[in-house]
Every structure is written in structure tokens, then in C-alpha cells.
């Protein structure tokens, strides 16, 4: 069913009908592909209490919606971050993003995989892999890989199990599954929404965001989260900045605007190359003017920066985060973490965590070079960087594509990415990034990714918008074994008879 008719049709029946629908769905597809760690146990009860309410039906009303796994919700289920370290992790708290969705009148149906520890364990770690909830499957094809850190959103959302989920980001994480599993990722502008209650990496990078199979849904679902929290200082500015998202919405929003092409992102193989000029073309024709922008001075040096940063604040964030959990939780330190992995096989039988055991190793948050490299790699990426490239091009956006189509599972090697998006600059900058679907490669899916300065959600969902309702990309799993055993290709990868 179309997203639209989807939410129309949620509109008009009751909460618990979705909530039952949602769940059979979860129970009958999920084994293929394992994006849910858990059903909520109290999601038909939250969808009758929804249904006997006299209050105003909230936007959301009825929308069963899947958490990532690092975001704390009330009730019975654990927090884990995929690691068994956060097994007994039960808070009894929402995270203030949660608390917004049920205010919104969404059913909260249960927790999605992740990349253990949202990716940051290990430089070899495997995209979709956790110690509890196993290897999240592409559903386009179940030996592809999903991406990281959000995963199971991205595959549940993809696989048609729920209309939307909550993923997180810190680099890549909601966009580049977004992009791989065909679907709608928005990683917003930093302090738009409340950190408070998710397992941390970096207080200087992490966000959460809305994944979903449109981008209405998208904006509907950051509309309910969106906004300031006292808990969380970065997102002071948060209800200033807040505004009707659904409003910007128009299918003429492309028109009369200039955009910048990143000509320099990549590398892309030449049928992401195709698909990117096809793109292109529809973005013309709906009376945008593109702008080539050739290169961007000292990209090659975000990366060394941001990767200290990220290592400083991972421990400093962690500890804090780690000293809130319930008792029940033994590892209390990113010391312990590494402690309980080394002592739990299952954990480290895969690759290993030389990511933790670096930021271990970190001085502190007052460490000068922590502080150099924290203002280097937030002056390159925005601005010198984004911030530079729209005015020096008298452009709103950036386009590129988010993503080369998925790569196969490698239990072996870990992650065998061949080029990359421009994920990197949003996240260090701590800009908002937008990807939607823009087709696919012998049927893996690849988004086209819209970049815009801080605080321009509304504009680059009108952007997005425009585009998904005039190219009309429509991308469905098959839940293919392999591509590889599909037609065309098994035919072509076979010899010929002699």
C-alpha cells in the first residue's frame, strides 16, 4: 500500500487494529530479515488507551512506530545498544523524543537492531550486527548488507513492517541505511531534538531523526519530535527554530531555486552515475537550477579530526551516560565495557574494540588537542565547507547521491564500502541531511541525498518533496536469497551449454 494511503487508512480505523496489523506483520516478515529485538509488550494496551481517550487525536494517531534500540522507552523492555553489557539496562524512562511521539498519539510497538554500540566499538565491525539481536538483513536481498547504525529502522521501515521508525546518527547512520533499504532518512540539524535518555557517542554529533516510507511521514514524525529539552543543552534554540514542516510541503518547491551538485563526492560506479544524471534531470525539469561544485578544500582532514573527537566524547559521554543506568547494570564505565567484552566471547567472536579501547585511552574533554581538533573539523565541514559552498554557488542545497547500492554481508572482512556520500559533512558540521529514494542497481537501492546549512529541515523536506513526487521512484523488496539468483543475472553468471 502507498505511504499516503497507509496513513489514510490509519487515520480512519482505530489504534488497536493498526497496532494488531503491525504486529502480525512484525511476527510473519521479521524472520527474514531480524530488524526487531522486541515487541513492546504493552503496544495493545498503549492502542486502546489511545482508542478509549477523549482527548484531541494527536497527529500520529495510531502509527505503530519502531525505537532504535539506543533510545530509552518506559516499560518493560531493555535498553541495549545491541550489547549484552545493557542486557538488564530497564530504565522506566522515555526518552523525551518518546515521550513526544506518545503525546503525538503514535503506539510505541517495540525496539529495533542496531549496529552494536551504534558502529563505534570497532574499526572492523559489521554494519547490522549486534551481540543480541544477530545480522540485520538488507530486504532487497537478505546477503546485502543494511547499514549502519540504524539497521533494523531502516530494514523494518523498508520491509513494510511499520510506516516509520526512530533511527540515530552520529556519521552516516540514518542516511546510509536509509539509502541502502530504499527509504526516506532525515538526520537533523543538532539540538532539534533531545538527546536525553539515548545511549551516546558524541554530544557534538549525535541526533535522532525520523525514517520513513515518504517524506510526509518524515516531516510528521519530526514535527512531534522536534523541540527543546531543558535536560539537553544543545537544544536551547530548538523551539525557535521548530516550524510547520508538513507546511513546507509544496510540489512546486523546487521551482525558481539553485542547487549545488557535489561533483566531487564519491567515487560512484556508472550506474549510480545514471541514476544520479536522471536525478538531475528531474530536478531541472521541475525548474531547479543546478550548480557544479568541483572540489572542496581540505575534505581529506575532517576525517583524522572528527575521529579524535569522537573518541574523546565517546568515553566522557558514555561514563555519564553509563552512571544513570539502574543497578542492575554492572559495566558502569567505558573501562568496564571493555572489561565485560573481553570476558563475554560472544561479544568480541566477530572483530574486535580497538574504537573503545582508543577512546579509552582520551584525556578528557579540557585536552587541547581534543579542543583543536573539535574547532578544525567543525570549521572545514561547515564554515569552510557547507556554509562556503552555498554562498560562494548563491545556492540553498546541496545534492549528491547518499550512497553506492549495498554491499554484501562480510562476516570475514567486516564492512566492504566502496565510496561514500556526503554523510561526513552534515555530521561534523551538524547540519540537517535528507535522503529519498532515487532508484535502484540491478535492484539495490540508492538515495540522493539534499544538504542544506543549519536549521533548513523545512526547506530541504520541500526539496525532497518535489523531487519524490515528481520522479515517482517506487522501490519494493523482494526478499531476494541473493541478486545474484535473480533473473537476469543468475542466467548471465552461468555458463553458456556446450
Not at 7 to 30: C, M, Y
Not at 123 to 138: C, D, V
Not at 169 to 180: F, K, N, Q, V, Y
Not at 303 to 315: C, D, W, Y
Request: glycine share 8%.
Amino acid at each position: 500500500m502507498p505511504a499516503l494511503a497507509l496513513l489514510l487508512a490509519l487515520a480512519a480505523s482505530d489504534a488497536e487494529t493498526n497496532t494488531k496489523a503491525a504486529i502480525d506483520r512484525v511476527q510473519k516478515i521479521d524472520p527474514q530479515i531480524h530488524a526487531v529485538l522486541a515487541l513492546d509488550p504493552t503496544a495493545l494496551d498503549q492502542a486502546r488507551a489511545l482508542d478509549r481517550s477523549r482527548v484531541a487525536r494527536g497527529p500520529l494517531f495510531g502509527l505503530p512506530i519502531l525505537i532504535k534500540d539506543n533510545i530509552e522507552t518506559r516499560g518493560p523492555l531493555p535498553t541495549t545498544a545491541g550489547s549484552l553489557a545493557l542486557a538488564a539496562n530497564v530504565t522506566g524512562r522515555d526518552a523525551p523524543l518518546v515521550a513526544r511521539l506518545r503525546a503525538a498519539g503514535a503506539v510505541i510497538l517495540g525496539k529495533t537492531n542496531l549496529s552494536e554500540w551504534a558502529n563505534m566499538r570497532s574499526s572492523a565491525s559489521i554494519s547490522g550486527w549486534s551481540a543480541i539481536g544477530g545480522q540485520t538483513h538488507n530486504p532487497f536481498a537478505l546477503d546485502r548488507d543494511p547499514c549502519g547504525s540504524s539497521s533494523g529502522s531502516a530494514a523494518a521501515v523498508a520491509a513494510g513492517l511499520t510506516n516509520a521508525a526512530i533511527g540515530t546518527e552520529t556519521d552516516g547512520s540514518i542516511t546510509c541505511p536509509a539509502s541502502l533499504n530504499g527509504i526516506v532518512g532525515l538526520k537533523p540539524t543538532v539540538g532539534l531534538v533531545s538527546r536525553t535518555h539515548i545511549v551516546p557517542i558524541s554530544h557534538s554529533q549525535d541526533t535522532a531523526g525520523p525514517m520513513a516510507s515518504d517524506v510526509r511521514t518524515a516531516a510528521m514524525v519530526l514535527q512531534a519530535i522536534a523541540g527543546t529539552d531543558p535536560a539537553d543543552p544543545a537544544t536551547a534554540a530548538a523551539d525557535a527554530h521548530r516550524t510547520d514542516y508538513l507546511a513546507a510541503l509544496k510540489p512546486d518547491a523546487l521551482n525558481g531555486v539553485r542547487i549545488g551538485v557535489l561533483r566531487f563526492v564519491g567515487p560512484w560506479s556508472p550506474p549510480v552515475d545514471a541514476l544520479f544524471a536522471q536525478a538531475l534531470a528531474v530536478l531541472h525539469s521541475k525548474g531547479a537550477t543546478l550548480v557544479d561544485i568541483a572540489a572542496m578544500k581540505d575534505r581529506d582532514k575532517i576525517g583524522p579530526a572528527e575521529l579524535s573527537v569522537l573518541l574523546t566524547e565517546l568515553k566522557a559521554d558514555m561514563n555519564t551516560y553509563l552512571a544513570t543506568t539502574p543497578k542492575a547494570v554492572a559495566s558502569r564505565t567505558l573501562a568496564g565495557l571493555i572489561a565485560f567484552n573481553r570476558a563475554n566471547p560472544r561479544e568480541l567472536a566477530l572483530f574486535g574494540q580497538d574504537s573503545f579501547e582508543k577512546a579509552e585511552a582520551t584525556s578528557g574533554l579540557s585536552d587541547p588537542a581534543y579542543l583543536a581538533a573539535r574547532a578544525l573539523s567543525l570549521r572545514l565541514a561547515g564554515h569552510d565547507g557547507i556554509d562556503a559552498m552555498l554562498a560562494a554557488n548563491n545556492v540553498v542545497a546541496l545534492v549528491a547521491p547518499t550512497m553506492p547500492p549495498a554491499w554484501k554481508i562480510d562476516a570475514v572482512n567486516g564492512d566492504q564500502i566502496a565510496g561514500g556520500g556526503p554523510a561526513d559533512l552534515a555530521a561534523v558540521a551538524g547540519y540537517p541531511h535528507l535522503t529519498v529514494p532515487m532508484g535502484a542497481v540491478r535492484g539495490l537501492p540508492v538515495g540522493l541525498s539534499f544538504v542544506g546549512p543549519a536549521w533548513s529541515e523545512a526547506r530541504l523536506l520541500g526539496l525532497g518533496y518535489a523531487y519524490e513526487q515528481a520522479a515517482k521512484v517506487r522501490l519494493v523488496p523482494t526478499f531476494a536469497a541473493s541478486i545474484e539468483q535473480t533473473e537476469p543475472m543468475a542466467g548471465l553468471l552461468a555458463p553458456l551449454a556446450r
